[in-house]
C-alpha cells in the first residue's frame, strides 16, 4: 500500500468530567509531514468525577476502503500525566478503541495517534458536562402508565397501565389490542390500587410464562402467572395460575413490584398494609407478608416452592417467604451484579434508598421503628436495622419513585448509576455504587422537573424509561 495514495485517520473522541457546563469546541491540530486528515466528531460523554475515564476510537481508511490490521499506538497526556496504548485495527469499519483512565481536570487533554509507517496527528479535545442526554418523549395519552419492560433482546416494550391493561409498543407504534387486559378484575377505586408491575419468567422467549402483580376487587395484593406463546402480541387471558394472595386490609401502602434475580427467584416488595404510623404492626410483625420483601420460587408443580436459604425457614412465628422485613411502601427495587435496592416511601420525615448484597438475607429496613436513619420510638438500638444508602427530608420531595442502574449502550457514561426520582418534586437524581458507598451523587439540573412521576422502565436492551403523567419518555442522546 502506498504511502502516497490518498489516506484517512478519523478519530471519534468521547471525554468528559464535571468540569464545565459547556463541552470545549474540539480543536484539531495536523502534521505538516503527512497528507493524511484528521477529524473530530461524534458527541461527547460524560463521566463524572470519580470516574474520569477518556474513551476514543481510532479509525483509518485508505480512500474511504477499512484497513484492518494496521498497527495504532497513541497516548493521552494532561499535564505531566502521559498514558500509552498499542492496538490492532480489529473493527471491519478500520476502527480500533482505546480507554485510557485518568484524572481529568482540565477542560482539555491532548491526544496523539500513529498509525505505523502512516504518520502521527496530535489534537485536543474537549470535556463535556453531559448536557447532551435528554428526555425523548415516545408515547403520550396513556392511562396512568405505572411501569415499561420487555424480555431480554425482545424490541418490543410492554407498558403497565395501572387502570388494568398491559399494551405494547412495537416497531414505534402501539398497538391496538392489549397483551393482556385484566381491568375486570383490577381494583382501582383507591389511588393507590390498581394493576403495578410485570415481570417475564427467564426464559420466557421458550417458554411464554410471565408474572403480573395487582389489587383485586376486595384490595387484596394478588401475584399470578399467564402464558403467551412466545412472540405473540397478545397473552392468553384463560392462563391464569394464582401464586400468591395477600389480605390486605386499606387502601394504601400496597408495594407492587415483581423482579427476578439470581437462580429464578422471583423477589416482591408489599407495603405494610396502609394508614399512618403503622396501626396494624405489620413492618416489624415477621408473622405477616405485609411490609415486607418476598423471596419466593415459582413452580410448575404448584403455586411456587420456598427457597431453603431464606433466613427463616423452620424458624417458629416467623413466614419462609420473607427475605427482609422493615418496610412501609416500597415503590420499586433494582437487582444489580448481587446487590438490591430498595426504595422504600417515608411517612413524613424522609425518603430512603436501601441497598444491600443478595446474599445477606434477614434484613430489616427499620420500619416503623425507623424513617430512614430517624428514630421513631424514642430509643432505637441501630446494629438490629439497615440505615438507608440514601435519603432526603420532606423539603427535597414527597415520595420517592426507584429507578434502575443502567446497563444500556446508548449512555456509556451511564452505565453503573442509579437513576431514581421524586413523584411529586419531579427532579431527576443518580449515583454510582462504589464499595457499598454512594458515590458520583448528581441532580440532572438541566432536565425538567416532570409531573407525577410515576416510574421507571428498562426494555429489552436496557435501555432506560420514565413514565408520569400519561406519558412515556425515554433516555437518549440529544439529536
Known sequence: MSARRASTFVVLALFSAACSDIPVTPQLHEDAHVANLITVSGDNQVRWVGEKLAAFTVRVTDNGVPVVGAPVTW????GSV???RKALVTGSDGAA???ATMPLTAQLITITAEVTGWGTHTFHAGVADGTDIVLDTILVGLSRPVYATAPMGDPRLFIVEQTGRIKILKNGGLLATPFLDLTAKVSTNANERGLFSMAFQPGYSTYGYFFVYYTDLNGDLRIE???ANPGADVADPASAKLVLSIQHPSGNHNGGHLLFGPASMLYIPTGDGGGANDPFGNGQNLNTLLGKLIRIAPSSSGPYRIPTSNPYVGQSGARPEIWASGLRNPWRIAIDRGWLYVADVGQDAREEINLRRLDEPALNYGWSDMEGSLCRIGSCDLSKYTLPLVEYDHSQGCSIIGGFVYRGSALPELVGHYVYSDFCSGWIRS???SSGQATI??????????SLVASFGIDGANELYIMGDGRLM???RRP
Not at 75 to 78: A, C, E, M, P, R
Open 82 to 84: 502521559t498514558l500509552w
Open 431 to 433: 449515583f454510582k455504587l
Open 441 to 450: 451523587q448528581r441532580e440532572w439540573t438541566h432536565l425538567p422537573h416532570l
Open 75 to 78: 497516548n493521552v497526556t494532561q
Open 474 to 476: 425515554k433516555f437518549v
Open 97 to 99: 478503541a482505546a480507554y
Open 225 to 227: 402467572r399467564y402464558h
